[in-house]
């Protein structure tokens, strides 16, 4: 590790704008978009960035985000993991994984999830073993308002719905609306979609 430092991004602000560069490599999305999420991890605690520094010539070579789990207070959820195309194949993926797991630590966590598309294999050989899906916030301070509201809003549309229903049972010459299609079928098992996988340590 003596060749790497892994630092808040709290820590090093000056190296905001490579961090969104480096994010952009594999997730484009607007300055202003990155800039706003930013903002929500630059922080001392999670939610939280990573930077992995190289220290020889400071260059920023990985990132990753830590944030709070709503429902496993000893639970952390990491993502937005990346390692700088030019400098991959090197184990530094491996590195940023573990040092970030060693940091958060100290925060009380004795677990760690994640999601991923396609690093399944990555991430067992970085220690962690296909899960159930987990609710988990992204680079959000706190989620519980966000389920306040949409507890809010579920009550607006049911009001909505008895509305219409009056206005059919009114209105009895309108043709009757087509039932609502069949829920899609998902996995049970430790899939949440065919397109992603949840994962966990003990760390």
């Excluded at 952009?24 to 929500?40: I, L, M, T, Y």
């Excluded at 306040?148 to 219409?164: A, D, R």
Aim: net charge neutral.
């Amino acid at each position: 590790m003596a060749e790497y430092a892994l630092v808040p991004l709290f820590d090093r602000q000056d190296l905001a704008r490579k961090c969104i560069n480096l994010l952009n490599e594999e997730w484009p999305r607007s300055d202003g978009s990155r800039e706003h999420s930013q903002k929500k991890s630059c922080r001392s605690e999670p939610p939280m960035s990573f930077l992995l520094i190289r220290n020889i010539d400071d260059e920023l070579v990985g990132h990753a985000r830590v944030c709070n789990l709503p429902n496993k207070r000893e639970g952390c959820w990491i993502e937005s993991v990346i390692v700088s195309g030019k400098e991959r194949s090197k184990g530094l993926g491996k590195l940023l994984m573990l040092e970030t797991e060693k940091f958060v630590k100290r925060f009380g966590y004795n677990q760690a999830f994640l999601c991923t598309e396609d690093k399944e294999e990555f991430y067992r050989r970085c220690g962690y073993v296909e899960c159930d899906p987990v609710i988990h916030s992204t680079a959000a301070t706190s989620v519980f308002p966000i389920f306040e509201k949409l507890e809010s809003n579920v009550g607006t549309e049911v009001k909505t719905t008895s509305t219409s229903e009056r206005a059919e049972t009114l209105c009895s010459s309108a043709p009757p609306a087509p039932p609502p299609p069949p829920p899609r079928k998902q996995s049970m098992g430790t899939m949440t979609t065919i397109d992603h996988q949840y994962m966990k340590k003990n760390i």
